[in-house]
């Protein structure tokens, strides 16, 4: 199974950028968000903002230390539904995450390397597209 998705243009810093981020939805007991990832091969796990993670009520434990470019930050371990998919091509699954101990200044969700494993993802800048492949090994159930 294959999945392709455009680009998202935003306005970035004044200026316009386009972004490989796609549609998911989100769940947790019963409740769901439909939102929209990045893909962020620069990233190691999937990141869950604070307000999406009470939203769904998720189990946080383990606190540890995070870092990214904006610096060290507390994070939580948990556990999140995704569904990534367009129609009848739906791939679901239910992942390790990490979510902020405080609201970050990027409130968005972020998919790593983690999500990663489970696509052949191909990011084509010249097009603006993202396209993602199921592995054969590790598929999204």
């Not at 455009?6 to 306005?11: G, T």
């Not at 769901?32 to 962020?40: P, R």
């Amino acid at each position: 199974m294959s999945l392709s998705f455009s680009y998202r243009k935003e306005i970035f810093h004044n200026k316009t950028r386009f972004f490989p981020k796609i549609p998911i939805l989100l769940q947790n007991k019963g409740h769901g968000i439909q939102t929209s990832a990045l893909l962020d091969s620069g990233a190691t796990d999937i990141f869950i903002p604070k307000e999406i993670a009470e939203a769904l009520e998720l189990e946080l434990k383990n606190p540890a230390e995070a870092e990214s470019w904006s610096g060290k930050f507390t994070v939580f371990e948990s556990k999140i539904g995704i569904v990534v998919g367009k129609g009848s091509q739906t791939l679901r699954q239910i992942m390790p995450c990490l979510v902020p101990k405080e609201k970050t200044e990027n409130e968005e969700v972020v998919f790593g390397r983690s999500f990663f494993r489970f696509f052949e993802i191909t990011f084509d800048e010249t097009n603006k597209t993202t396209k993602l492949k199921q592995s054969i090994k590790k598929g999204l159930k």
